[in-house]
């Protein structure tokens, strides 16, 4: 299938930002809609952001709408969270999932994902 694997977490006062990078490997992105999911504490896994196959389809959680852009770049199989504004509310860690039906990364069930990078935003 696809490999994935996460980078770019860690701590951030509250207003700070953040870049998330998933390096994706064994088939070529181009084919995968791309998407960041993060799981809180006692809170449901939630859809932050999504791009399909294209790029022409973008997804936001209206939580993260406004602050938080999802980007792609085929060529170098990578897909990215900036994360601006940040606020102790998006404390989580945040997953990069993939599949080939783009609604699946708004749905929450893609085929593929990545280990998890910890986000933690102090206020």
């Known amino acids: 299938q696809v490999q994935l694997e996460e980078s770019g977490g860690g701590w951030v006062q509250a207003g700070g930002s953040l870049r998330l990078s998933c390096a994706a490997s064994g088939r070529t992105l181009r084919m995968l809609a791309m998407g960041w999911f993060r799981k809180a504490p006692g809170k449901e896994r939630e859809a932050v952001a999504s791009?399909?196959?294209?790029?022409?389809?973008?997804y936001y959680a209206d939580s993260v709408r406004g602050r938080f852009t999802i980007s792609r770049d085929n060529a170098k199989n990578m897909v990215y969270l900036q994360m601006n504004s940040l606020k102790p509310e998006d404390t989580a860690v945040y997953y990069c999932?993939?599949?080939?039906?783009?609604?699946?990364?708004?749905?929450?069930?893609?085929?593929?994902w990545g280990q998890g990078t910890q986000v933690t935003v102090s206020s």
């Open positions: 999932a993939a599949d080939l039906v783009a609604r699946t990364l708004v749905s929450g069930g893609p085929s593929n």
């Open positions: 791009i399909s196959q294209s790029g022409a389809i973008i």
